[in-house]
Structures are given as C-alpha cells and as structure tokens.
C-alpha cells in the first residue's frame, strides 16, 4: 500500500527510489512535518527489498531554503529544546542504502546541511549553496558547523557561515562538497544514472562499504554536533534570533542588539 504524504512525493523506478521534496511555495522549507515524512519514506524504502538507491531531490529552484523559518519564529529554548527537531534528522544516517542527492537551487540552512546528510551529491550548474543562518540571527542546527567543516575545510566553512553568503555548483565542487556539477537540464537523470551504477553492485557490499565509509565520522563529530546543538537552542532566549525571523518574515532588514 502506497502512504500518502503532504510535503514530499515517492516513487520508484526499477531499484530505484525517489524521494522529492514538495513545499514548492516556500521553496521546499524543511518544517517538522516534512522531516518526519522524509525520514518515514527513507526508512520504507530501506526496508523495500527491491531497493537499491535512494535518490532525494528538490524543484529546479530550490532543493531546499532552510528549516521553516515561520515555524521557528517564535520558539522559545525550552520548547524548541523539548521538541528536539534535529534529532529526526539523526535517522537520516541510519539508513543503510546509499541516498543520491539530486540538486538545483537553493540548497540553503538545513536544505545545505540536509544534502550533506546524503551520501553522493550531483549539483545542476543552478545550485547555490550556503548556510545563511547568520543573517537571521542564529547558527546552523542540523549539522552544518560540524559537517561543512569536515568537507570544506576551516576557512571555507568560516567564511560561509560567518558572511552567510552561498557559493555557486562549480566552486562547491572545487572545495569537494559536491561530487559532480552538470547542465541544469539533466541534474536529476545524472542522479538516477548514479544510483542506476550503485544499484548494480552488491547490495551487502555496497551498505558495508557505507557503513565503513560513515565510521570515518563518528568518533570525535558527535560532542561538536550536541554543543552546536545546545548552543542553536540556546540563542532562541536571544533578541536577535527574534529580530532576526521577524524581519525576514516582514521582508526588511533586521536591526541586531547583540543581545
Ligand atoms: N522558511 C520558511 N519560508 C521560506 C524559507 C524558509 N527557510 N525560505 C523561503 N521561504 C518562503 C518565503 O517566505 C516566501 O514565502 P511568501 O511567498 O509567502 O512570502 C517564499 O518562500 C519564496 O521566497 P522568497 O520570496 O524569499 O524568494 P526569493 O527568490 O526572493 O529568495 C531565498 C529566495 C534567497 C532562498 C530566500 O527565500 C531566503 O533567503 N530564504 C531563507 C534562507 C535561510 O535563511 N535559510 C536558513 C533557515 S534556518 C535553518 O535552516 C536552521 C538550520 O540549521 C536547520
């Protein structure tokens, strides 16, 4: 029986599943509703034996602008701590079969750092890439200090995060952030042809080589992303974080206290 879902679309094609993410009038943002359907569609197709691939795309313009900013916009600390929302993203890795992400657009904030969560990045010539939480008065949540770090480098992540200004397809690629940049027409085919290749192989060899692959990470990544994490949670008891959503919410320029 096929689920239904509200924010995102399934399918299949062969071994292959794909997963796009479908909130196309606030450019694909990433609310709670949306990351529990796409955990749940990532965790059925991980269980479907007749998959072999996962690929996870957006919209030719936005792979995805970010958590929802309108549905952060008044969380307090305690709330948004009790909620816990990044830890449904926690699920992203234990899937086992290799995800593909397909990207075109904006792959902003948690869009950036929900990419990073896949294991294979093909960017259309389109993509800009950032985490531009900074502008709104906050950090990156999901990920993005402790991830784009370790692909990027220091500086690079540095200055992404601090100017919050993206970079395009062909300098992601440059830094290794993404693995191939191609012609805005044939991003998602590229992606399919990628998973269509993996899903040749072994099935047990290709998840043991990603399981080892992933292990590279584990050890000293996890007390940065809880500190990231606590310290995310913590600037919702800032004014600027309230400045911050309010004024982008309101379409002008936000005015910071640094309190
Ligand atoms: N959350 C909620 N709504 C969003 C959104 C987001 N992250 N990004 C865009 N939207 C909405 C806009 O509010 C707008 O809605 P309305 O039509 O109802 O006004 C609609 O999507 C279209 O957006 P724009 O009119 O702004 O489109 P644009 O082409 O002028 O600009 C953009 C595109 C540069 C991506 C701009 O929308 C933008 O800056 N978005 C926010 C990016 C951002 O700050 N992301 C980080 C979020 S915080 C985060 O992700 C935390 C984390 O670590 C998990």
Redesign the pocket.
Known sequence: MKTTYRNILTDKDGAIAIVTLHRP???N??SHELMEELVQALTDFDQDEEVRAIVLTGSER?FA??????EMSEETTIGIMLKDQFATWDRIKEIKKPIIAAVSG?A???GC?LMMNCDIIVAAESAQIGQ??I??G?I???G?TQRLTRAVGKQKAMEMILTGQPISAREAKEYGLVNKVVPNEIFLEEAMAMAREIAKKSPVATRLAKEAILKVFDTPISEGLLFERKNFYMLFSSEDQKEGMKA??EKRQPTFSGK
């Not at 602008?65 to 309108?70: H, L, Q, V």
């Open positions: 009038k606030v450019l943002a990433l936005a602008a970010g958590a929802d900013i309108k904006y902003l904030g948690g750092e531009p939480e502008n709104i906050v990156p949540g999901a993005g982008f919410l």
